[in-house]
C-alpha cells in the first residue's frame, strides 16, 4: 500500500512588525482549517512564521531582540494552533526564533519543529547555516542581522519517523547547500520540509536580484532529485514593512518536478498527495547511492580545513 502523505505547504503573507502572535496564529489555523478540507496529514509553515523577519533590523538593546523570541514550546500564543491542529488529526510544522539555556547560558536559535497529528512535538530542528551579518551595515537597505541576533545549530541534520515515513528539516539559507539534502538523504530521509523567509533583493549583489525566484526552486528541485526525495519549500512572502519577499512556495517530488506551487504572495495553501514510496524510483536506480557513491573519493567534502584541500 502506497504511504501517501496529503501534504499543505501552508505559505505565509508578509506579518507586520506591530502584528501580535495571536493574530498570525489565527491565520495559519485559517489555514489549516482549509487543508482540513483538502484531507491533509500534514501542513508546512515558513522560517520565523509566528513575528516579523526581525534580523532586518539592527539592534542594540537584547530585550527589544528577544521579544521576537518564544521562551517555552508550545506557549500560550501558539497553545490554539496545537489544539486546533490536534482536533483535526494533522500535523504541521513551523518555524521560530527559540530562547533557551543550555547548561547555565542562554541561547538563541532559528528553529524549525514538528508536531505529529497527537499534537506531540516530535523532530526539533536548528538552522545551520546562518547567513548575513554581525554588525549594523546601514548602506543596505536593509540589514540581514541572523550572525548576529542567532547562534548557528550543531546537531547534525536528522529526521523523525512520523507520518509513516522519515522527515527531515532545514531552514531557508540550508536549502541552498548540497551537503543539507545529501546529509538529510544518507540519514533515511523521503521528505525534507523548509522554509524560509528570502528578499527579493540581495544587497551584496543586486544583480542577482531578478534570480531569486529562479535560485530557490533550482536549489530545492536539484536537492529533491539529486537524493530522491519529496522537498517542501514554504515562504513568508510578499512586502514585509519595506521589503519583498519571493514567494513560489511549492511541493518537489522525488524526480525533481515541482507539482504543487503557490500562486500569490499572501496567505495561501497548496497541497499534494505526497507518496513517499516514490523516492525509490530515483534511489534504486539512477542516484542508488550504495552502489554508485564513491564517498571514498570525496575527502574534500569533509574536510575541515579547506586551504589544505584546494
Ligand atoms: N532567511 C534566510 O536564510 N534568508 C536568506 C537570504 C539571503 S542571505 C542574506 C536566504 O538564503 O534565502
Request: aromatic share 10%.
Amino acid at each position: 500500500m502506497a504511504r501517501t502523505v496529503v501534504t499543505g505547504a501552508a505559505q505565509l503573507g508578509p506579518i507586520a512588525r506591530s502584528e501580535s502572535r495571536e493574530s498570525v496564529v489565527a491565520r495559519m489555523i485559517a489555514l489549516l482549517e482549509k487543508a482540513a478540507a483538502h484531507g491533509c496529514d500534514l501542513v508546512v509553515y515558513p522560517e520565523l512564521a509566528l513575528t516579523t523577519f526581525f534580523p532586518r533590523w539592527f539592534m542594540e538593546d537584547q530585550a527589544e531582540v528577544d521579544f521576537f523570541f518564544e521562551r517555552s514550546m508550545p506557549n500560550d500564543a501558539v497553545a490554539p494552533l496545537f489544539a486546533k491542529a490536534k482536533a483535526l488529526g494533522i500535523g504541521f510544522s513551523f518555524g521560530y526564533a527559540e530562547l533557551t539555556e543550555e547548561h547555565g547560558r542562554v541561547r538563541h536559535y532559528n528553529t524549525s519543529i514538528i508536531v505529529n497529528k497527537s499534537g506531540e512535538i516530535v523532530h526539533r530542528y536548528r538552522k545551520i547555516h546562518l547567513p548575513g551579518h554581525k554588525e549594523n551595515e546601514p548602506w543596505r537597505a536593509f540589514q540581514h542581522l541572523e550572525k548576529r541576533y542567532f547562534e548557528p545549530g550543531i546537531e547534525p541534520f536528522s529526521t523523525a519517523d512520523v507520518f509513516d515515513g522519515k522527515i527531515g528539516q532545514a531552514i531557508c539559507n540550508d536549502r541552498r547547500w548540497p551537503e543539507t539534502y545529501r546529509e538529510l538523504a544518507l540519514r533515511g530521509a523521503e521528505m525534507a520540509l523548509i522554509g524560509y523567509n528570502t528578499p527579493v533583493h540581495y544587497p551584496l549583489a543586486p544583480e542577482h536580484d531578478h534570480l531569486q525566484c529562479f535560485h530557490n526552486h533550482l536549489c530545492m528541485q536539484a536537492g529533491a532529485y539529486q537524493n530522491g526525495m519529496w522537498v517542501v519549500g514554504v515562504a513568508k512572502a510578499g512586502k514585509e514593512e519595506d521589503c519583498d519577499l519571493i514567494g513560489q512556495s511549492c511541493i518537489i517530488a522525488p524526480t525533481g518536478e515541482i507539482v504543487a506551487m503557490a500562486s500569490t504572495l499572501g496567505d495561501e495553501l497548496v497541497v499534494h498527495d505526497c507518496d513517499l514510496d516514490r523516492c525509490t524510483e530515483i534511489r534504486a536506480n539512477i542516484f542508488n547511492f550504495r552502489l554508485h557513491r564513491r564517498p571514498e573519493i570525496y575527502t574534500a567534502l569533509t574536510a575541515v580545513d579547506q586551504e589544505a584541500v584546494g
